[in-house]
């Protein structure tokens, strides 16, 4: 079973009287295992396109699947659910919650699964903490930390409930060169680790380049 499938996937917004189609008929399969590279210029599709697969926007026409489940016709309540217990998300401005410490904002996606105890929460917290060398910084608020640092955070917040799918959506875009290429190799690292499907949409070549498979997005369609 892939872990995505999209048929003839289409995707507008309102602006103004009008419609302004972004997807303009997007078929995709993702299998399991993979590293996916996207790419294409702003304003070809990229961010649509990741939200989508995220499950974080609604198709307008065509058909979705994710790891079997046919997401165009689910509800809303279905869609939570899955994104809970099936999809990490890092994003470009790491999105941590303020105030929360470090250890707090990891085993957020734990509590909302509500499935262990405490103590096999902080097991695990722990553990991934080790694998992106922040174990010195638990009990840190994400406002003493550096970029870098929150992104590995937001990356070990992503993987600790062992998601079948991490969306990362500009991971580095925030970041100076040298931090950037640290976060890449991290995260092209664990992806390898975990053996985790990761689509990432970026402009950075480290992660371009590593793809397993590379896509470009150009006006709304795939390019070969």
Do not use: W
């Not at 910084?137 to 600790?160: C, K, M, T, W, Y």
Request: include cysteine; charged fraction near 25%; glycine fraction near 8%.
């Amino acid at each position: 079973m892939g872990i995505v499938r999209m048929e003839n996937v289409k995707k507008s917004y309102k602006i103004g009287d009008g419609f302004h189609q972004v997807l303009k008929g997007i078929s995709l399969k993702i299998a399991p295992g993979n590293f996916i590279g996207l790419y294409g210029r702003s304003g070809c599709g990229k961010s649509t396109l990741m939200q989508l697969i995220g499950c974080l926007d609604e198709v307008d026409g065509g058909e979705y699947y994710l790891l079997g489940n046919p997401i165009h016709t689910m509800t809303a309540a279905e869609k939570t659910r899955l994104r809970r217990e099936k999809i990490g998300y890092v994003f470009q401005s790491f999105n941590l919650i303020s105030t929360m410490t470090v250890r707090e904002n990891i085993e957020f996606p734990l509590l909302m699964l509500n499935k262990e105890d405490g103590k096999a929460r902080l097991e695990k917290v722990r553990s991934i903490l080790k694998e992106v060398e922040l174990e010195a910084f638990e009990n840190h608020f994400p406002d003493r930390l550096s970029g870098g640092q929150r992104q590995r955070v937001a990356i070990a917040r992503a993987l600790v409930k062992k998601p079948e799918l991490i969306i990362a959506d500009e991971p580095t875009a925030n970041l100076d060169e040298q931090t950037s290429e640290i976060i890449a190799r991290l995260l092209l690292e664990l992806q390898e680790k975990h053996k985790v499907t990761v689509v990432c949409s970026s402009h950075d070549p480290m992660f371009i380049e590593n793809a397993t498979h590379k896509i470009s997005i150009h006006d709304g369609l795939l390019v070969e």
